[in-house]
């Protein structure tokens, strides 16, 4: 492994469920440096099972997670200092005593007032922030080298939640953790990461340096969820661009790219998923897209398409309004 | 009452409305201990065709606002008055006729929509409820609506499980507009969606504005959305309005420092402005809206607080233009948040 703190490689998890098997992650490789903070974009939340095997001793010793909602993670019957302790008495052995200093320690350290007291108070004696903060706490309690973070802020209010990122930002560059954040807010990823990756249906289409992400995005979805929403720092439009249709269903996903159904791109060559390669003039971004959505031939076919495709709905939708009107007629 | 000239154009006026809940212990004999200020004294208007933002965060009250005004509640006490009637105190025939023009979108649609009936039942039980039409009529018309929302009629029969949570969110949409209302209440109405997924539904909801001249409250946590659809916003924090003004001028030049920092907070998608922007980070957490603080409400987690703000609650008052109006001692202090 050398350079990179943790590897993943064409990772699979399919889920059975009665109807068939939920391809929930379909061969993702990608790779976290130690330090660094990385972002994986993914809309459909509930879907990233996390790349860790059944080896107990890493998760919560060298990888600690921090989850979405911190109200149903937490342990109810537990004092939150026996719960940031249970870490510490397994991986490191401590005695009741010294976890319990070391969980106070901790709770101090995320920010919780009056720590020594506070250490003997359950989870619904605190408010959501503050839970998140335990949670982190909880994270961090044997010095992890990474810290996956699943959507750490989404339950959260955005005051909360700027204080909550400031935490885990703060946290990171002391303790020198990697970070994974997992997410689907765009403004989040912007200011909280060094590089990101993209998923759409369980496959990885785009990754990059955060900066080239934003400045410059290759792949159209990327690129559709850039312009679909609406930003406090630019002008107003009166309507929104959208992608249009909804993510595929994972259980028979496209054959092909799995964006192709709602890609106004696309063309034949779709049919067959193009490799992660890189753009050309950068290794560090890469695309998994046949297409060059940079040159204005390929945007002006692609406008072209989206049009036509709007109209198209349009037509099907009256055809099948006035379809319905007869039928009612004839009764 | 409100004089004729201010009616032709105001559609909604809510005075002084206060919604409290009572907290009560015991089994049997119920002793109310105490209260939930949920509204605590909020005033506001909205006109014809347009649309109010509501913004705060949970537990500020916007919600019980917008449930208050379709009479979910009753309130404790204040007037909604709606087209010069006074939706707070009406009852029986009077409230149910008046509640026609007054409809509402809630947040969830996986939730609001019953996975029993099929969506055109659903579509068209409003109707039914109301007798607009005859039976076929009415059918004929949950087809046109369903082409309106952008869903194909074949649909009509189909159940709401089959459709994922956009689509559901238009058949919400459907079901609030079968009997032509005049007033809609948005609560949240993209939260629970797909962020690729919101655009659709936002457009939609303006599209359908234009088409229908409708009137909208519009409810969200979300400042980068109200900016988005509302023509005016309002400010909720704790149970009150601390800031109402029209959108342009609110995130140029907030009154109060609540808003300041809820602009400062909100994440922008451009790495670039994120990575040099300077953030107010408030401390703490809303407080309960049981013990509410003296004083100005906010002065608990405010960087700008003094002594004046702990005893003298602030007046919300007029600042500068005429139509911006914030509750904050020091609001001229308030600085623009982008620079």
């Known amino acids: ?331 | 009452m409100v004089d004729t000239l201010v009616a032709s154009k105001t559609l909604v006026d809510v005075r002084d409305l206060k919604m409290y809940f009572p907290l009560t212990r015991g089994i049997v004999l119920q002793r109310v201990v105490g209260y939930v200020r949920a509204v605590d004294g909020v005033s506001f208007s909205i006109e014809r065709g347009q649309t109010l933002g509501l913004v705060g965060e949970s537990g500020s009250g916007k919600t019980t606002i917008g449930r208050t005004i379709v009479r979910l509640y009753k309130p404790t006490s204040g007037n909604i008055f709606f087209d010069g009637k006074d939706l707070a105190t009406l009852h029986g025939e009077e409230l149910r006729e008046l509640r026609q023009r007054v409809q509402i979108v809630f947040q969830d649609p996986f939730a609001s929509l019953n996975p029993r009936y099929t969506i055109g039942s659903l579509i068209s039980e409003p109707m039914h409820i109301y007798k607009v039409a005859s039976n076929a009529e009415i059918r004929e018309r949950t087809v046109e609506l369903l082409s309106v929302v952008g869903l194909r009629p074949e649909y009509i029969d189909r159940y709401p499980h089959e459709f994922s949570g956009g689509q559901r969110q238009r058949i919400a949409v459907a079901r609030a507009l079968s009997i032509n209302p005049e007033f809609v209440i948005a609560d949240e109405p993209v939260s629970a969606l797909d962020v690729s997924i919101r655009a659709q539904v936002l457009n939609l909801l303006q599209r359908l504005q234009q088409q229908f001249n409708l009137t909208y409250l519009f409810v969200s946590h979300d400042l980068s959305v109200v900016r988005h659809v509302a023509d005016r916003i309002a400010v909720m924090y704790l149970g009150k309005i601390v800031e109402l003004s029209d959108r342009d001028e609110l995130y140029a030049a907030p009154k109060h420092p609540y808003t300041r920092a809820l602009l400062s907070a909100i994440p922008i998608p451009d790495p670039k402005i994120e990575k040099r922007r300077q953030r107010i980070i408030l401390s703490g957490d809303l407080p309960s809206p049981i013990h509410i603080p003296s004083g100005c409400r906010f002065h608990t987690r405010c960087p700008m607080a003094q002594d004046i703000c702990r005893e003298v609650e602030p007046a919300f008052e007029a600042k500068e233009g005429r139509e911006h109006y914030a509750a904050c001692h020091f609001s001229e202090r308030v600085t623009s948040p982008i620079e």
């Open chain 1, 1 to 331: 492994m050398g350079e990179y703190l943790l590897e993943v490689q064409d990772l699979k998890t399919y889920f059975k469920v009665k109807a068939g098997r939920v391809r929930a992650v379909d061969g993702v490789s990608f790779a976290i440096r130690p330090g660094e903070r990385l972002a994986v974009l993914f809309e459909d939340q509930d879907l990233l099972d996390l790349p860790e095997s059944a080896m107990r001793k890493i998760r919560g010793g060298k990888i600690g997670m921090i989850f979405q909602d911190p109200m149903t993670c937490l342990n109810p019957t537990m004092t939150v200092g026996k719960q940031i302790g249970e870490a510490l008495r397994i991986h490191l052995k401590l005695s009741k005593d010294e976890a319990q200093k070391r969980a106070i320690a901790l709770l101090e350290q995320v920010g919780i007032p009056a720590a020594a007291e506070r250490v003997n108070s359950f989870p619904h004696q605190f408010s959501g922030g503050m839970r998140q903060r335990v949670m982190i706490a909880i994270a961090l309690a044997c010095n992890p080298k990474l810290l996956i973070a699943d959507e750490p802020t989404t339950a959260l209010d955005v005051t909360v939640q700027a204080q909550i990122l400031e935490l885990i930002n703060g946290v990171a560059s002391d303790f020198g953790t990697a970070v994974m954040l997992i997410t689907h807010d765009l403004g989040v990823v912007a200011g909280m990461t060094d590089r990101v990756v993209v998923m759409y249906a369980g496959k990885v289409i785009e990754t990059a340096p955060t900066d080239e992400l934003f400045e410059n995005p290759r792949h159209p979805y990327t690129l559709g969820l850039l312009a679909s929403v609406p930003r406090l720092d630019e002008e107003r439009h009166s309507q929104l661009k959208t992608i249009e249709g909804a993510p595929p269903d994972l259980l028979q996903p496209p054959p092909g790219c799995p964006f192709m159904p709602r890609c106004a791109f696309a063309r034949a060559i779709c049919r067959t998923m193009p490799p992660l390669d890189p753009v050309a003039g950068n290794s560090a971004h890469l695309k998994a897209c046949w297409v060059d959505v940079t040159d204005p031939k390929e945007q002006a076919y692609a406008d072209k398409r989206r049009q036509a495709r709007l109209d198209a709905m349009q037509a099907a939708i009256a055809k099948s309004a006035e379809a319905a009107l007869q039928t009612l007629e004839e009764k």
